[in-house]
């Protein structure tokens, strides 16, 4: 439910979307398609700079995309902690791709 704490195991991480205030500046938050260690699909956000720093430090904050960017393999998994978060309180018609709930990234063990 919205604003319960939770953690998830993942295995993959990749930036699916990427949210900016102004096309000038580029990305500045990504929405994340996640794999958990079961194979269940989740949603994650955060702050790009918390990307590249927790992630992949090489990823691109300008383009994103099957093409451009990578899907980084965890191993072993690792533990996600954030807030269950309403999809379209981050983009409006972000809940149709994501099932409208998205953990907003805290913490990673």
């Known amino acids: 439910m ?3 704490p ?5 295995e993959r991480i990749f ?3 990427g949210i900016y205030y102004s096309i000038i500046d580029g990305y500045v938050e ?7 260690t079961n194979q269940k699909t989740v949603w994650v956000h955060m702050s790009c700079d918390l990307y590249r720093e927790k992630f992949d430090s090489s990823v691109s904050t300008e383009a994103i995309g099957p093409s451009l960017d990578k899907e980084v393999k965890l191993y072993p998994s690792r533990r996600i ?5 309403k999809a379209n309180s981050i983009i409006q018609d972000l809940s149709f791709q994501t099932a409208n709930l998205i953990i907003e990234f805290e ?3």
């Open 107 to 109: 913490s990673l063990e």
């Open 2 to 4: 919205e604003g319960d």
């Open 30 to 36: 990504f929405v994340c398609e996640c794999k958990t």
């Open 15 to 17: 930036p699916r979307y």
């Open 6 to 10: 939770v953690f998830v195991d993942i």
């Open 81 to 85: 902690h954030g807030t269950v978060i």
